[in-house]
């Protein structure tokens, strides 16, 4: 049946990776499966709001972002409507209004794109299943994280929580490169709210972008052995997820960390996003674990910031080092806490 008007409005969390996604083939399919913590406090709250409009050769739309228009986001969006648009035939029929915000500091240097993206397909995907009423739930999401990849790659693990993998992999069944699915086993308790502090290093714009450092994995020494890698730390992490082996679980984390940088500063062009004070924090974590055997490792994003990474239990004495120590190496002192969270929800 046909819709006139209406209103949505949903919140998408980001999400943190543990096996990175790093390289991609066309129509983002991911050269490699990678798997996430979703985040429960960083989060994009979009409105959605559509109207029927004359015509239906041209997609239209206004970009807000806290109320005001934003202009800039428009290629971006444009280019988004004309991947999924064969996936949502009806985007012509409408005028649409997308209003956005963010639970996080803008320009904290924490990537909006997961969340963004995340946000705006399951808010299309409630207009296609009012226009569509035969859908289950499952549908539902599996298609929101499907058009949220062709947004923004990672997104499409954003949809959903707390654990998400995205890509085939042999060892998860019903794994898949077109969407996240959760982890389809049960999670140790040493996982149950585990935390993530994420320590804002530099807030600037980066100088190379996510889209332009997955490129350079095309033709790249090492790219080959490193999608190998990914396969293997997906293998094991699935297994140290339902153990609860913290120790093992530190391993993998830090070296995806340490491999995804290493794919940038081994690149051609070569280049780094790791600041001195990223490297500060690292050493300072390492140091920290070593001399009280608490459980607490970093993980990184394309980007300067560090993602601390501690089980709820040790909640006192990391955030003790944070304050007392770790704050120094932040850019104005500025850090976010979060922990792991449960994907898109209907507001
Ligand atoms: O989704 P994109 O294209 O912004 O790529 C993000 C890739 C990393 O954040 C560096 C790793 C990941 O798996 O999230």
């Excluded at 790093?22 to 994009?44: M, V, Y």
């Excluded at 015509?55 to 005001?68: P, T, V």
């Excluded at 293997?232 to 391993?251: C, D, P, R, T, V």
Aim: hydrophobic share 35%.
């Amino acid at each position: 049946h046909s819709i006139e008007k209406g209103l949505y409005k949903w919140s998408a969390p980001s999400n943190i990776a543990l096996v990175k996604y790093w390289g991609k083939k066309d129509h983002q399919i991911p050269a490699n499966p990678s798997i996430s913590f979703t985040l429960n406090n960083c989060k994009t709250l979009t409105s959605l709001a559509f109207e029927k409009k004359e015509g239906n050769d041209n997609f239209s739309f206004d970009l807000l972002f806290e109320g005001k228009p934003k202009e800039d986001f428009k290629p971006k969006i444009q280019k988004f409507f004309e991947r999924i648009e064969q996936y949502l035939p009806f985007l012509k029929e409408y005028h649409f209004t997308i209003n956005t915000e963010n639970t996080f500091p803008h320009s904290s240097g924490i990537a909006s794109s997961a969340s963004g993206m995340a946000a705006l397909a399951v808010n299309l995907m409630s207009l296609e299943k009012e226009l569509n009423s035969e859908m289950t739930e499952e549908y539902f999401f599996q298609k929101a994280s499907f058009l949220a990849r062709l947004g923004s790659g990672s997104a499409c693990r954003s949809v959903k929580g707390n654990v998400v993998i995205w890509g085939n992999h042999n060892d998860i069944d019903g794994s898949s490169d077109l969407f996240g699915v959760e982890f389809p086993n049960k999670i140790h308790e040493n996982f149950k709210n585990y935390q993530d502090t994420i320590l804002l290093v530099d807030k600037g714009e980066k100088q190379v972008s996510s889209t332009v450092g997955h490129d350079l994995m095309h033709h790249h020494p090492y790219a080959e052995r490193r999608f190998k890698q990914a396969h293997e730390n997906l293998s094991k992490i699935k297994a140290i997820l339902e153990s609860g082996n913290l120790q093992e679980f530190i391993k993998i984390v830090e070296s995806e960390a340490l491999t995804l940088h290493a794919m940038m500063l081994t690149s051609m062009p070569y280049y780094i996003l790791m600041k001195p004070n990223t490297l500060e924090i690292i050493n300072r974590i390492w140091k920290f674990r070593n001399e009280t055997n608490i459980p607490v490792c970093f993980t990184l994003d394309a980007g300067a910031n560090v993602h601390v990474l501690y089980p709820e239990n040790v909640r006192e004495e990391v955030l003790e080092l944070i304050k007392n120590e770790l704050v120094g190496f932040c850019q104005n002192s500025q850090y976010i806490c979060d922990e792991i969270g449960f994907g898109a929800k209907k507001l």
